[in-house]
């Protein structure tokens, strides 16, 4: 994180000849003009510190961004996913403005603004924007249009250059770029910045104060940091997130207040000890199954799904290949796969019944070599397994919404299509009550009242990260 400055006119450079410049900006700094300091980023600031030492002084910079508010817009024959009666409702009509949901229902007795924008739905079906749960941005190698295109209006990034998570959601809410909302920790809690315990005391407020939402702490950091890491987050009122791919994992993360658990137990059953654990804490748990590397028997079983044409359209070339090539689970026979993946299944269902909050999150990019899936599409994926664990596709729903939605304090705004809350709508051919798959008929994306088709958004040119 920091900046380390050394004298060249001896070699080799000793450990006593080093001293610390700086405490961040380590990944973001450049040597100003006459090289006698230099400039950093760190968080939302910029500063300049001179080499020779010093307290480093802030470059004040304030930027006014535009807000462009989009048109009103008149949805007609839609039929609106309502959770409390659990069905969608008939035929109606639904008014957006700056934004937002204004009403529902008849038309009579309201006036529409002359330039409101009308779309007859065609008795089409309603749902929130869904939310990706466990998403990393990964340098830039995702894009905001496929996840649109695939009806992800809302993206929780678990770990990813905070300065770069800063602009993407910037953009997000301050332009009609199609991009999801952000809900983001920054940079992942690792032994590489957090060596000893005073370190959590240095840091975190600094993650908070750069706009951090939670903290991510993610292996190998030892337990003792960890638990200075989990004090200090809660000092500033920040959730915790971790990973519980183990018994240790999950029993110590429950122990020490983590809100979040991320991925499931490696190759094993959850069994009921665990899930009562997880119920009676109150611990999210995000299984990312993708992740698990079960989209490898998915694709055994149909592997005409690579063939789809949207997937083709939306997913680079060398990602579909990585994808036809399998996955870490390549070498392992079918029948111990589907084996395995009956385990999963059945941990699944159990801490559904158990009461334990699920959230739908998968971990993917072409970039993860144990990921066979692809940024958008394995959401739905991941809402196919929920659903084959048994859960009814109401409950997955929600769990992809409305709940979501609370487990980043955003229920107020999000999660729901109800008057007053942002107009983060995907409209589907197909009723995704009847089969969860329909999630997939995507028709038109809405996101904060802006209008997207599929068929017209297109991810920029992308090569493979070799090239």
């Not at 869904?130 to 340098?139: A, Q, T, V």
């Not at 300065?163 to 809900?183: E, G, H, I, K, Q």
């Not at 789809?308 to 390549?330: E, N, T, V």
């Given at each position: ?60 910079i ?62 089409r ?17 995702t894009?905001g ?13 678990v ?17 009609m ?24 005391k ?23 940091l ?97 994808a ?86 955003a ?47 297109r ?6 990260p070799?090239?």
């Amino acid at each position: 994180m920091g900046i380390w400055v050394a004298p060249l006119d001896s070699v080799p450079v000793r450990e006593e000849h080093v001293r610390q410049l700086t405490l961040e900006g380590g990944d973001t700094f450049t040597i100003a003009p006459g090289g006698q300091s230099l400039i950093y980023v760190a968080g939302n600031r910029v500063w300049r510190q001179r080499l020779a030492g010093g307290e480093p002084e802030e470059i004040s910079i304030r930027l006014e961004l535009p807000r462009p508010v989009p048109r009103p817009l008149l949805l007609r024959r839609v039929r609106v996913l309502d959770f409390a009666p659990g069905r969608f409702s008939p035929e109606t009509s639904l008014f957006i403005e700056e934004g937002r949901i204004r009403w529902l229902g008849s038309e009579d007795g309201h006036e529409l603004p002359a330039e409101t924008d009308i779309i007859d739905a065609g008795a089409r079906f309603a749902i929130p924007g869904l939310f990706e749960m466990h998403g990393h941005d990964f340098g830039g190698f995702t894009d905001g249009e496929t996840f649109l295109a695939y009806g992800v209006t809302s993206v929780r990034d678990v770990g990813d250059w905070i300065v770069r998570t800063n602009a993407l959601a910037d953009r997000s809410d301050t332009s009609m770029a199609p991009l999801p909302r952000y809900f983001y920790a920054g940079d992942a809690v690792s032994n590489w910045i957090i060596y000893r315990e005073e370190d959590a005391k240095t840091y975190m407020p600094r993650w908070k104060e750069w706009g951090a939402q939670f903290i991510k702490i993610h292996p190998p950091i030892s337990w003792p940091l960890q638990l200075a890491v989990a004090e200090e987050a809660r000092r500033l009122g920040l959730p915790v997130v971790a990973h519980g791919t183990t018994i240790e994992e999950i029993t110590r993360g429950v122990t020490l207040g983590f809100s979040f658990l991320e991925h499931t137990l490696n190759h094993n059953r959850s069994y009921d000890d665990i899930l009562q654990f997880l119920a009676a804490a109150g611990t999210r748990w995000d299984p990312t199954l993708i992740a698990g590397g079960y989209s490898d028997l998915l694709l055994r079983d149909e592997p005409e799904r690579l063939d789809d044409p949207k997937f083709q359209a939306f997913i680079p070339s060398w990602c579909i290949q990585h994808a036809r090539a399998g996955s870490f689970m390549g070498t392992t026979a079918t029948t111990t796969l589907r084996g395995r993946w009956a385990d999963q299944l059945a941990g699944i269902r159990a801490a559904h019944r158990r009461g334990v909050k699920l959230h739908a999150g998968t971990d993917v990019s072409c970039l993860i070599s144990q990921s066979v899936g692809s940024v958008g599409l394995s959401l739905h994926w991941e809402l196919e397994f929920f659903a084959q664990a048994g859960i009814p596709p109401l409950e997955v729903l929600r769990i992809a919404t409305q709940q979501a939605a609370a487990a980043v304090g955003a229920e107020s705004d999000l999660g729901t299509l109800e008057p007053g809350k942002l107009a983060d709508i995907v409209l589907l051919d197909k009723n995704p009550l009847d089969d969860i798959r329909n999630t997939q008929s995507i028709w038109r994306v809405i996101k904060g009242g802006w209008l997207f088709d599929p068929e017209k958004l297109r991810p920029p040119v992308s090569t493979s990260p070799d090239e």
